[in-house]
């Protein structure tokens, strides 16, 4: 099995060979420009690696790898617009760089290209390949209308976060697997068992993003620490604190969220809250139970170990990273 490094190489060298250089000019030169920022890469390495984890060559799998690489990016061009968020990976979102409208534009050719791509698949796996991808799709969407609705609503649990982040951001993980490991000669049952690990390593890859948006080392992580405190964003630590806190504060967080005034004191104030609560312990045990229940999945494939290994590793670089 090849690890994560040789196959990124591999995806990133086959990626910049596709031109997305057509007319007109202002509808794919944004889409050069999102591809080129670069990225973990992680989700088609993921499709990659379960393709030759039964047997598959992974050239089979890489238009189906490409397609999943390009739908992510969409997915971020109007996340982008959606958050008003100013850069990417530290350089100018679509829209700050051209506009609303090319930015939206360029998305949607970004999925469509994404279809293009799926397309490619051989006729007998083509079916079930254009479902999982469809599925898959449309639960992204409806995660990121969650995450809009929870900005307003202020009554939410950790049970609905977990399921908004498992939408917007697991089931592609879970996804990518599975692709590859259709394409690869897997039985749907074994095609199963991957996704399931996929998924619980993406809830784990997404509480750990949480965790270090507060707790993280900027100098590591590689940007500013705070920014989900400062913008009110209900994630797991906010509404864990709020389920274990006492009334007054749980008041306290409540008033913090209330007011967007003060922000390195805010950020100084909430932190320490999450801290006395230990937040931060909390969620290093929830990451470790989805990292728990992907290895039960895994476990299922009857698969030497040795060949499982590149997955587990790949895992373990999405949850123990530090940025």
């Given at each position: 099995?090849?690890?994560?490094?040789?196959?990124?190489?591999?995806?990133?060298?086959?990626?910049?060979?596709?031109?997305?250089?057509?007319?007109?000019?202002?509808?794919?030169?944004?889409?050069?420009?999102?591809?080129?920022?670069?990225?973990?890469?992680?989700?088609?390495?993921?499709?990659?690696?379960a393709?030759e984890?039964?047997?598959?060559?992974?050239?089979?799998?890489?238009?189906?790898?490409?397609?999943?690489?390009?739908?992510?990016?969409?997915?971020?061009?109007?996340?982008?617009?959606?958050?008003?968020a100013?850069?990417?990976?530290?350089?100018?979102?679509?829209?700050?760089?051209?506009?609303?409208?090319?930015?939206?534009?360029?998305?949607?050719?970004?999925?469509?290209?994404?279809?293009?791509?799926?397309?490619?698949?051989?006729?007998?796996?083509?079916?079930?390949?254009?479902?999982?991808?469809n599925?898959?799709?449309?639960?992204?969407?409806?995660?990121?209308?969650?995450?809009?609705?929870?900005?307003?609503?202020?009554?939410?649990?950790?049970?609905?976060?977990?399921?908004?982040?498992?939408?917007?951001?697991?089931?592609?993980?879970?996804?990518?697997?599975?692709?590859?490991?259709?394409?690869?000669?897997?039985?749907?049952?074994?095609?199963?068992?991957?996704?399931?690990?996929?998924?619980?390593?993406?809830?784990?890859?997404?509480?750990?993003?949480?965790?270090?948006?507060?707790?993280g080392?900027?100098?590591?992580f590689?940007?500013?620490?705070?920014?989900?405190?400062?913008?009110?964003?209900?994630?797991?630590l906010?509404?864990?604190?709020?389920?274990?806190?006492?009334?007054?504060?749980?008041?306290?967080?409540?008033?913090?969220?209330?007011?967007?005034?003060?922000?390195?004191?805010?950020?100084?104030?909430?932190?320490?809250?999450?801290?006395?609560?230990?937040?931060?312990?909390?969620?290093?045990?929830?990451?470790?139970?989805?990292?728990?229940?992907?290895?039960?999945?895994?476990?299922?494939?009857?698969?030497?170990?040795?060949?499982?290994?590149?997955?587990?590793?790949?895992?373990?670089?999405?949850?123990?990273?530090e940025?």
């Amino acid at each position: 099995m090849k690890g994560y490094e040789e196959l990124y190489a591999y995806f990133e060298t086959n990626l910049k060979q596709q031109a997305f250089d057509n007319e007109p000019s202002e509808l794919y030169a944004p889409i050069q420009y999102t591809l080129a920022l670069g990225g973990k890469r992680i989700r088609p390495v993921l499709t990659l690696m379960a393709c030759e984890l039964f047997g598959g060559q992974i050239e089979k799998a890489l238009p189906q790898a490409i397609a999943i690489e390009l739908f992510h990016n969409f997915t971020l061009i109007h996340d982008d617009i959606m958050d008003d968020a100013p850069l990417r990976r530290g350089k100018k979102t679509v829209f700050k760089k051209w506009n609303n409208n090319i930015a939206v534009l360029s998305g949607d050719t970004l999925f469509a290209l994404a279809y293009q791509y799926v397309q490619k698949t051989e006729v007998n796996i083509l079916p079930i390949t254009l479902s999982v991808f469809n599925k898959t799709a449309i639960e992204v969407c409806e995660g990121q209308q969650f995450d809009l609705n929870f900005e307003t609503e202020n009554d939410l649990s950790v049970d609905q976060y977990t399921e908004m982040i498992r939408l917007k951001t697991a089931v592609l993980f879970g996804a990518s697997l599975k692709i590859g490991a259709l394409i690869g000669g897997a039985n749907n049952e074994d095609a199963e068992s991957l996704y399931n690990f996929g998924q619980n390593i993406g809830l784990g890859f997404q509480l750990k993003d949480d965790l270090l948006d507060t707790f993280g080392d900027e100098k590591i992580f590689g940007k500013k620490t705070g920014v989900d405190i400062i913008l009110n964003k209900k994630t797991f630590l906010y509404l864990k604190a709020l389920e274990i806190a006492d009334d007054e504060t749980r008041n306290k967080l409540v008033d913090f969220y209330n007011n967007d005034s003060k922000q390195e004191e805010k950020f100084r104030e909430v932190k320490a809250i999450f801290s006395r609560l230990k937040i931060d312990q909390l969620a290093l045990e929830k990451i470790d139970e989805y990292c728990k229940m992907g290895k039960e999945s895994l476990a299922k494939i009857n698969l030497n170990t040795e060949k499982k290994e590149s997955l587990l590793a790949v895992a373990h670089r999405m949850i123990d990273r530090e940025k």
